[in-house]
C-alpha cells in the first residue's frame, strides 16, 4: 500500500502493528496510534507542532484532516489532538486541536476546532461545526452550523457507536484478506 509515514524534526510516528493504514494517507510527526484502528484512504494526520493520539479501534475514514496548535498554554494538552478509543470518524472531517472522548461518532464533513471538548458516548451530525473552546458533556447529540446541544442521547443510539467502531475493525481487517 503507498502510504506516507513522515519523520519530523525529532519526531517519529509510532503505530501499533495492529492498525490498518490505508493507500494515500499522510501521518507526519508525533503521532501515536495504538491497536487496532484503521486510517482510510487519503487521510492526513499531521502531527508537526503538537502531538496527535488515537485510542483502541478507534477509525479515521476517508479524506479527513487531523492537525494540531502550537501550544500557548500552560496545559500540556493544548494544542494536542486526542481521540479516544472506539471513536467513529467520518468521511472528510476537520479535527483541529480538540479533544474527542471515548466512545464517540463524528458525522462526515464535521469540523471541530481548537480547544473543544467532546465527552464521552457523544454524536456529532453530519455537517457539524464545533466551534473553539466548545465543551459539550457525556452522552450528547451534537448539530448544527454553529454546533449546538440537541439532547442526551438513549441507550440505543449509545449502543450504536461501539457497533459502529467494531463493524470498522471488521471492515479494515476485510481489506487484508
Sequence with gaps: MSKNIINFKNFIPKIDPSAIIFDGVHIIGDVYIEEKCSIWFGSVLRGDVNAIKIGKRSNIQDNTVIHTEHSVSNS??????????????????????????????????????????????????????????????????????PAKFIRTLNEDEIKNIAFSASRYVDLANAYLK
Aim: hydrophobic fraction near 40%.
Design 76 to 145: 500540556p494538552d493544548f494544542g494536542s489532538v486526542q481521540i479516544g478509543s472506539d471513536v467513529t470518524i467520518g468521511h472528510n472531517c476537520i479535527i483541529h486541536a480538540c479533544k474527542i472522548e471515548n466512545l464517540c461518532l463524528v458525522g462526515m464533513g464535521s469540523i471541530i476546532m481548537d480547544g473543544a471538548c467532546i465527552g464521552e458516548l457523544s454524536i456529532i451530525g453530519a455537517g457539524s461545526l464545533i466551534t473553539k473552546g466548545k465543551i459539550f458533556p457525556p452522552k450528547s447529540l451534537i448539530m448544527g452550523n
